[in-house]
């Protein structure tokens, strides 16, 4: 029985060999990267950093330094929780909705925010600043002496729980 064969794909010594050049080469069957389309692969081993994912800060600077946006927003939500948690339920809540529309504007504005971008820059943006708004706004219609008063509200909770 002979040797296999160096480029084999049955051979365990060139099944080590094998190195994905970059996201689009997928190996094939044989365990062989190949680049056959501008397609991505059906079945991907890693994923891409979001855009603007880079550091905020050079890579000389302390860690802290690097991902000062997503510590500044993580550091007012604490904030806002602990005001909650001291009774301080419409401040608190108001700070964390604030906290989340920071972190949108921060990045829309920013060309690299660290660990604050998570996904493609429209959908972070949009998900920052729907769920902040809807929380300011909860937090500004809060019982009792609501700052903000819709109307419609009231007449739509009224209509739902008649008691007719």
């Given at each position: 029985m002979s040797d296999p064969e160096p480029g084999n794909a049955s051979d365990p010594e060139s099944q080590a060999e094998v190195v994905v050049r970059d996201?689009?080469?997928a190996p094939d069957?044989?365990?062989r990267p190949r680049r056959a389309t501008r397609r991505f692969p059906l079945f991907t081993r890693d994923t891409a950093r979001p855009e603007g994912g880079g550091r905020a800060a050079p890579r000389d600077a302390p860690a802290p330094a690097r991902q000062w946006p997503v510590l500044a927003v993580l550091a007012t939500v604490g904030l806002g929780l602990l005001?909650?948690?001291l009774d301080q339920f419409r401040y608190g809540t108001l700070l964390v909705g604030?906290?989340?529309l920071a972190g949108g504007v921060l990045r829309w504005l920013l060309p690299d925010v660290g660990m604050l971008a998570v996904r493609s820059r429209f959908t972070?943006?949009?998900t920052y600043g729907v769920l902040g708004a809807a929380i300011v706004l909860?937090?500004?219609m809060v019982q009792p002496n609501p700052w903000l008063v819709i109307p419609f509200l009231k007449d739509t909770l009224h209509f739902t729980v008649?008691?007719?």
């Open positions: 996201a689009i080469s069957v044989d365990g005001l909650t948690a604030l906290a989340l972070d943006i949009a909860l937090a500004m008649s008691s007719s």
